[in-house]
């Protein structure tokens, strides 16, 4: 019996996420788990500090389910950034679901397509600034990561190609 796959996407809002997440899913039969701040913070007017802890338990345990291949919309790294840019701090209990996370590959998606409003999204003109922030903190936690950058038909090349890799292992 083949070891279950687990990936996820990371990097700033409306750098591709979801799409890619979906198309993953969609293309390989995965099991989808989606952004848990969405369904969070979907009836809430403000949030403060202590509900990211609340938003990354949540989403810590979606992923906790028996599956053959498990496509995250997002992973902590989201929750470490989101605290740190916008509190300048990260809760010990963040930090620790980042360590406790397990995934075969993180996508790191590249903000270089049209940022699109949602009413949750908060950043439009600093995605640049926070995708290197993302950058920066992979590589200093030593996360194994693919970078995602291109067109719509690029960015599913490449996650096409680590995908099908993965699948043959």
């Known amino acids: 019996m083949k070891k279950p796959i687990s990936v996820a996407f990371t990097g700033p809002e409306s750098s591709g996420k979801t799409t890619l997440a979906q198309y993953v899913s969609a293309t390989y039969t995965g099991f989808y788990v989606e952004e848990f701040a969405r369904v969070f913070l979907q009836h809430k007017n403000s949030y403060q500090q202590s509900d990211l802890d609340l938003i990354a338990e949540g989403q810590y345990k979606s992923w906790q389910v028996k599956h053959d291949f498990l496509v995250a919309d997002t992973e902590m790294t989201v929750l470490c950034i989101w605290s740190l840019y916008k509190y300048q701090s990260v809760s010990a209990r963040i930090l620790e679901l980042f360590k406790l996370q397990r995934f075969d590959v993180l996508f790191l ?33 030593k996360q194994t990561f693919v970078l995602v950058e291109g067109n719509e038909q690029q960015r599913k090349s490449i996650v096409d190609g680590v995908i099908t890799s993965l699948l043959k292992n």
Not at 118 to 125: G, H, I, K, L, T
């Open 109 to 141: 998606c590249k903000p270089d397509i049209p940022w699109e409003f949602d009413p949750m999204r908060e950043n439009p003109f600093n995605r640049d600034e926070l995708f290197d922030l993302y950058h920066s903190f992979l590589i200093e936690n």
